[in-house]
C-alpha cells in the first residue's frame, strides 16, 4: 500500500523560505503570485501484516500513517498533516 | 562537577563542550554516545552541544530526539537533574517534548555567525540559578533555525511560569526588533522547563568561556549549571 503524506506550515506561522520563493517568482514575471508556503511531502510504502480485507487495511495504515506523523513526520507545534492512502484523502 | 557531554552524528560543537567548562570552572566532561542506553555513572549534569545532527534531516534536532540516550536524558530531567542544550541542543530538547515550543528558520533567511547581547530574566533555571535579573551577557549566536516559536497561550504561560530565562537585547539591556537577530517570538534566545532544570539556549557559551575569544560571560553559566547540580 502507498501513503502519501503532505507536512505545511499553520497557519499564522512565519514561512520565510516561502517568501524567498515568492520574491523569486515575482522577479520571474509571475506577478500574481500572492503568497507561497513551503512544506514537505512524503511517500510511505507499507506491507499490512495480513493483507486481505481492503477496507480494513487501508483503516489500518490511515491509524498507522496518523501516528507516524504526531511521532516524527510533523512537529503539531508548527505544522499540520494530511494523508492519502492508495489515492484516497 | 561531572558532567555528560552528549555526541550525536553531525555535533560539532561537542569538543567545545567538553573542553570549555573543563578549563573555565573546572568540571570533569566525558562523551556520551548518542546510541547509549544509559548515562555515564556519576552523572551531574547534561549537556547537549551544538551541531547538525543528522544534517538537520526532516527537521532540526527531529532524529536526534528519538536516540537511545534520550531516553536516558529523560530518565535523568524527571529525577530534577540539570540538562542544558545549546544550539542544536536546544532543538533537540524542543524536539524530544522536554521543553515547549520549536525553533524556525531565521526571519531574514540567513545563517547568522554574530556576538549578540542576551538579558537574564527568571534566575531559578540551571542556566541562570544565581545570577542577577535584567544582567546582560555577550555571548555569540551560530544558526540557521533560531528562531524561536509557540503559540500565544504557550509564551504566556512560560512568561507567568518564569521560563523565559533570556532575551536578546542591546549592550544596555533594550529589547527591540533590531537587537532581536532571528525574530524569536518575544525576543526569547533561551527557555526552561517549569521545574527548571531543563534549559535550552541558541547563544553558545562554549564559544564564550575565556577573554581571549571576546568573551568570558559562558562561565557564568557553567557557574550556574554547577549550582544546580548542586541542588538537585
Given at each position: 500500500m502507498k501513503a502519501r503524506v503532505y507536512v505545511t506550515y499553520k497557519s499564522g506561522v512565519l514561512d520565510p523560505q516561502g517568501k524567498a520563493v515568492r520574491g523569486g517568482l515575482n522577479t520571474l514575471g509571475f506577478g500574481e503570485v500572492g503568497d507561497v508556503r513551503q512544506g514537505k511531502y512524503f511517500e510511505i510504502r507499507l506491507e499490512p501484516e495480513?493483507?486481505?480485507?481492503h477496507e480494513k487495511d487501508v483503516a489500518w495504515a490511515r491509524a498507522r500513517v496518523e501516528e507516524m506523523c504526531k511521532k516524527l513526520?510533523?512537529?503539531p507545534v508548527m505544522e499540520d498533516f494530511r494523508i492519502e492512502i492508495d489515492g484516497v484523502a | 562537577m561531572n558532567a555528560a557531554v552528549v555526541v550525536f552524528p553531525g555535533s560539532n560543537c561537542d569538543h567545545d563542550c567538553e573542553t570549555a567548562p573543563r578549563r573555565s570552572a573546572g568540571w570533569t566532561t566525558v562523551a556520551a554516545w548518542h546510541k547509549d542506553a544509559e548515562l555515564p555513572a556519576g552523572t551531574e549534569a547534561v549537556i547537549l552541544p551544538g551541531g547538525f545532527s543528522y544534517g538537520d534531516y526532516l527537521r532540526c534536532g527531529a532524529i536526534a530526539a528519538m536516540s537511545p540516550i534520550m531516553a536516558a536524558v529523560k530518565r535523568f530531567a524527571e529525577k530534577g537533574g540539570p540538562v542544558a542544550g545549546v544550539c542544536n541542543g536546544f532543538q533537540i530538547l524542543c524536539e524530544s517534548g522536554l521543553l515547549p515550543g520549536t525553533l524556525l528558520r531565521n526571519r531574514d533567511l540567513a545563517f547568522i555567525c554574530s556576538d549578540v547581547f542576551i538579558k537574564v530574566e527568571s534566575t531559578g533555571s540551571s542556566a541562570t540559578r544565581g545570577l542577577s535579573a535584567g544582567e546582560v551577557l555577550s555571548i555569540p549566536i551560530a544558526h540557521g533555525d533560531g528562531n524561536y516559536f509557540a503559540d500565544e497561550a504557550t509564551l504566556d504561560r512560560l512568561e507567568k511560569n518564569g521560563q523565559v530565562i533570556f532575551r536578546y537585547c542591546d549592550p544596555k539591556g533594550s529589547l527591540s526588533a533590531v537587537s532581536?537577530?532571528?525574530?524569536s517570538q518575544r525576543s526569547i534566545a533561551g527557555i526552561s522547563n517549569e521545574k527548571g532544570n531543563v534549559i535550552g539556549m541558541m547563544p553558545h557559551p562554549d564559544r564564550a568561556s575565556e577573554r581571549v575569544l571576546g568573551s568570558a560571560d559562558g562561565v557564568r553559566i557553567w557557574e550556574a549549571v554547577a549550582r544546580s547540580a548542586a541542588r538537585a
Open positions: 495480513a493483507p486481505g480485507n513526520l510533523a512537529n | 532581536n537577530p532571528n525574530g
